[in-house]
């Protein structure tokens, strides 16, 4: 018998979208599929760790029974849940495309179509990420994640330090097969001394695989 490389570690994934509700049929939304974090949290407890999975709604189920899946539907939702987790792992990988903004006050009524332009305001969410970087103690690792379309190493390293990460998962909109509902991905894993590390497109579990890896490094 071996023991895994990760039992007895625990963390904290999130992933998928969160929608933010304008009134009780309509939200604010994005494309993520969720598949990049779900991936990664099944390679995580297929290597003996339990796993907190935090997500927003996806068409996903998980596998792994040290998987702990806690749905959440608004950003605001997950980021009580991730200050809850946090202080207990061994650190946390940020997946998730949170809703950078959410409208500034719900209608508990359906708003009714008018003949004239209708203004939503939007206030700006919690940085969730940046959160946990201020929490963060040494003994913790804090993985984010980059969805950038231009200037992408620089965005992501000014990500990187502005939110206390250990590294940060690049992946650009211009690479084909790379991002939102893909099966693979194409990444580069930028970390805190800026060097860079770039991989080949694969599916989005190897690609799990190759930030497992690192994060197994960093303990
Ligand atoms: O700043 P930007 O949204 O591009 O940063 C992306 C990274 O920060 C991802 O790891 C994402 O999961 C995380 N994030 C977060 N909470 C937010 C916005 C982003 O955790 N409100």
Redesign the pocket.
């Known amino acids: 018998f071996q023991p895994q490389e990760l039992s007895g570690k625990h963390f904290l994934v999130?992933a998928g979208p969160t929608y933010e509700a304008i009134d009780p049929v309509r939200f604010i939304g994005n494309w993520s599929s969720g598949k990049m974090g779900y991936a990664l949290a099944e390679e995580l407890a297929a290597r003996g760790a339990n796993v907190t999975l935090v997500s927003g709604p996806t068409n996903l189920s998980t596998i792994h029974p040290n998987i702990n899946r806690v749905n959440v539907i608004s950003?605001e939702q997950?980021?009580q849940k991730?200050i809850e987790a946090f202080p207990h792992t061994n650190g946390a990988?940020?997946?998730?495309?949170?809703?950078?903004y959410r409208p500034e006050s719900y209608s508990d009524v359906k708003i009714k179509r008018k003949s004239d332009d209708l203004t939503i305001n939007l206030t700006p969410?919690?940085?969730?990420?940046?959160?946990?970087g201020k929490m963060k103690t040494g003994n913790q690792v804090l993985?984010?994640?980059?969805?950038?379309t231009n200037e992408e190493e620089q965005?992501s390293f000014k990500?990187l330090k502005?939110?206390n990460?250990d590294f940060?998962?690049l992946n650009s909109l211009r690479d084909k097969g790379a991002g939102f509902h893909h099966d693979t991905n194409k990444i580069s894993i930028i970390f805190k001394d800026g060097e860079i590390e770039h991989f080949d497109l694969k599916s989005k579990v190897e690609v799990a695989q190759d930030i497992v890896n690192q994060v197994v490094r960093f303990l």
């Open positions: 999130t950003a997950m980021h991730c990988i940020m997946c998730a495309a949170v809703a950078d969410n919690k940085d969730i990420a940046a959160e946990l993985v984010g994640f980059a969805l950038e965005n990500k502005s939110k990460l940060i998962v």
